[in-house]
């Protein structure tokens, strides 16, 4: 399918890459020649500009009124669904549990400029890769929706043009104006916290960010699947490896590639017997000054098996934290982080987390710390016994409540 090899494409090799394919494609001619001409008012990964145009956010948001219902008809418009995203499994994480509890849960696409992906397209996508069975419907179809939530940026422009009763929330996962330099998107990004839509954020670190926006807000708190991440019973230490882990995410500005580069040469400088297996993106097209193990995108199982075999995992989170650290304490992992309160206020009182400054030689240190203690396989099982309480459960519930709560008269 062609959403399929634009989002595939967007993945792998970013946005300017995908930029110069969408352009060669509608121009016919090489990405290179300066007679390409890019229409500005039609980008791909961008808001419609009659969304754009459509908006007045300096005009109050007027709240429609609380309803006399239990059971709620609740609508999660998103941008176009791939397998394996993180932000489509967090959502449909909430998703299956709000249908649990009786609510009418559906989908509707915000292609956001990008080629069309149809309802069915989405529906499939949804129930073999996110197992959740349910409706996709066109956005000009919502209007009889009690809630209707946007899930990014581009999005947030189609569900203020909705013209609908219901009351409109913005579930946020992440600071989305800092996954650009300073220019349109961030601004564009920036403005849609100020469109009168009740925040829902993953963590606190994001609610107190959009508050300066003058957005209300609240937040739920990460968990992690137990049943997946988890330690072995027993750790020996055949079973813990020469091995540290590398969220090698190249695309991805805010998972600090380059800085993690620069620091695991270090490392390896010191600890040549290691092995560094990177995961979460193909990096064969780049130049890796060192020996390493390129295993591109692991299913939850695969990951699971890494993380118990190895001692210690990079992983960088230059804007909300990621998912990841609680996942490798859970497995008996020490994630080695860049330190900020986008990563501790979110993980607030959770032990385990090797913390330090953004910074090459910092964070080879602190690498070299976790490989030469004396208590490797204790700790490991100590920081996944720590965990095994931080369950999605309470999130779910929490984010139910809050829905109730805005939208019904019952809480």
């Excluded at 390409?36 to 709240?63: F, H, R």
């Excluded at 991805?252 to 695991?264: C, K, Q, V, W, Y």
């Amino acid at each position: 399918m062609i959403i399929d090899k634009v989002i595939y494409t967007y993945q792998k090799e970013g946005f300017r890459t995908l930029l110069k394919k969408v352009a060669k494609k509608i121009t016919g001619t090489p990405t290179g020649d300066h007679s390409e001409k890019i229409d500005l008012t039609n980008l791909p990964l961008m808001p419609s500009l009659n969304d754009i145009s459509g908006i007045d956010y300096q005009i109050p948001q007027v709240k429609p009124p609380k309803l006399n219902k239990k059971h709620l008809n609740i609508v999660w418009v998103i941008p176009p669904v791939g397998p394996g995203g993180g932000g489509h499994t967090t959502i449909t994480r909430f998703a299956r549990y709000l249908q649990k509890q009786g609510h009418l849960v559906s989908f509707s696409i915000y292609n956001n400029n990008t080629m069309l992906q149809s309802n069915k397209e989405a529906e499939e996508v949804l129930r073999k890769s996110y197992n959740i069975q349910t409706k996709v419907k066109d956005i000009s179809e919502l209007s009889e929706e009690d809630v209707i939530f946007a899930t990014s940026w581009e999005t947030a422009y189609g569900v203020y043009n909705i013209k609908t009763k219901g009351h409109k929330f913005y579930f946020v996962q992440d600071f989305e104006p800092m996954f650009f330099g300073v220019g349109s998107r961030y601004m564009l990004a920036e403005a849609t916290y100020k469109f009168g839509f009740y925040g829902v954020t993953a963590g606190k670190w994001l609610t107190e960010k959009v508050k300066k926006y003058g957005m209300e807000a609240d937040y739920f708190d990460f968990g992690v699947d137990t049943e997946i991440y988890r330690s072995k019973k027993q750790i020996v230490q055949k079973e813990k490896k020469k091995k540290i882990a590398f969220y090698a995410r190249a695309h991805t500005e805010r998972r600090g590639f380059e800085l993690g580069i620069l620091a695991l040469k270090m490392f390896k400088e010191k600890h040549p017997e290691f092995e560094i297996v990177f995961f979460g993106q193909d990096v064969s097209n780049y130049e890796i000054p060192f020996e390493y193990t390129n295993s591109g995108i692991l299913t939850p199982a695969e990951l699971s098996k890494l993380y118990q075999e190895s001692i210690a995992c990079l992983v960088l989170s230059l804007t909300n934290v990621s998912l990841l650290p609680l996942e490798l304490l859970a497995a008996g992992c020490v994630p080695v982080m860049n330190g900020g309160e986008n990563n501790t206020i979110v993980l607030d009182g959770v032990e385990g987390i090797a913390y330090t400054e953004a910074f090459p030689p910092n964070l080879a240190r602190k690498l070299c710390q976790i490989v030469e203690a004396n208590n490797i396989e204790e700790n490991g099982q100590k920081i996944s016994e720590n965990i095994k309480n931080k369950s999605w459960d309470k999130s779910y519930e929490k984010v139910e409540k809050i829905i109730l709560r805005e939208v019904t008269m019952n809480e």
